[in-house]
């Protein structure tokens, strides 16, 4: 996810700075690498603030990260937007705290129609990362939603990142029966715990999220992930135009890889930004904020972005 972020990115700023950049300045991208640990993200942005003197920041990509290395940006007044990090309560830690991505509660509520309206599911299980505030967060609203809807959550087990064996919470899903399997998981644990389910006789489809969203799942998860479903941010396969024109710009620039949506997040976030500065004609943190709140229909690769309040 942080290559797919960084790869966006960059492209973004280029491309800014060969139209001109902002207000006749070129980009400068400084990036420091949080390993997917919270303790290093608050590190990281700690680092970029006082040695760097950045006056914005692009990141984190996971909820936990997002949420540690945000008081750092908040205090020092640092706008910091978040590409695709989902958590409603990363842009709760502060008034300098952005997002470009939809949030968990419309993501989980998403996933829960498909499954009453289109699946016509009416028991589901959950395979849920205990200590994960993303794959929580999905979980609650996607139970919410869905027995609002007047589904039954038949089973829930926990897991923890980087286990090895889920067979034991994958049985007792199994005798539970459910007509859907909900994992809101990142797409290293996912395609581990896919193809266990499949190994226990779970034939069910497997619901999932953008965590998901990564070329090595299907690498790794093979046939275990066919007939499953996830909700995402945007497809590379979408004929629209300006989808079209980012994904074959992408591929020219990055050997023929395909980008995902934390690449595309991630491209918007930068995009988003940049526009802000040149509207507030200032980098200067409290002016940038204020552009960056006041923000309606940005067109992006991912959709048209506007802030609200929260």
């Not at 972020?5 to 070129?26: C, F, V």
């Not at 409603?88 to 705290?97: E, M």
Request: glycine share 8%; charged share 20%.
């Amino acid at each position: 996810f942080g290559q797919s972020a960084l790869n966006g990115t960059l492209m973004a700023a280029d491309e800014i700075n060969q139209a001109g950049g902002i207000n006749g300045r070129k980009l400068d991208v400084v990036f420091q690498d949080d390993k997917g640990s919270p303790e290093i993200a608050a590190q990281s942005a700690s680092k970029l603030i006082q040695q760097y003197k950045v006056v914005a920041i692009i990141g984190a990509g996971a909820s936990g990260n997002s949420l540690a290395a945000a008081p750092n940006a908040q205090s020092a007044q640092v706008p910091l937007i978040a590409p695709s990090s989902t958590h409603p309560a990363v842009t709760q830690a502060g008034d300098y705290i952005f997002r470009a991505c939809y949030i968990d509660a419309f993501q989980g509520e998403v996933m829960a129609r498909f499954a009453v309206n289109t699946l016509k599911a009416k028991k589901a299980a959950i395979m849920v990362d205990y200590n994960s505030p993303y794959s929580r967060g999905l979980t609650e609203f996607f139970e919410l939603s869905f027995a609002k809807l007047g589904g039954t959550i038949v089973a829930k087990q926990s897991y923890s990142q980087s286990d090895a064996d889920f067979r034991g919470q994958l049985s007792a899903i199994k005798t539970a029966e459910p007509d859907v399997v909900y994992i809101p998981g990142y797409y290293g644990d996912v395609a581990i715990i896919a193809k266990q389910a499949r190994q226990v006789g779970i034939e069910q489809p497997l619901l999932g999220a953008d965590g998901w969203d990564a070329p090595e799942l299907w690498e790794l998860a093979r046939d275990a992930v066919n007939g499953s479903y996830i909700s995402n941010h945007y497809s590379a396969e979408d004929p629209s135009e300006n989808i079209q024109k980012f994904v074959t710009n992408y591929r020219q620039r990055y050997q023929n890889l395909t980008p995902d949506a934390h690449a595309a997040l991630a491209y918007d976030a930068m995009r988003f930004l940049a526009d802000a500065i040149q509207r507030a004609g200032s980098s200067e943190g409290p002016k940038l904020r204020d552009v960056l709140a006041a923000t309606k229909s940005f067109p992006g690769v991912t959709g048209v972005i506007s802030m609200d309040s929260k």
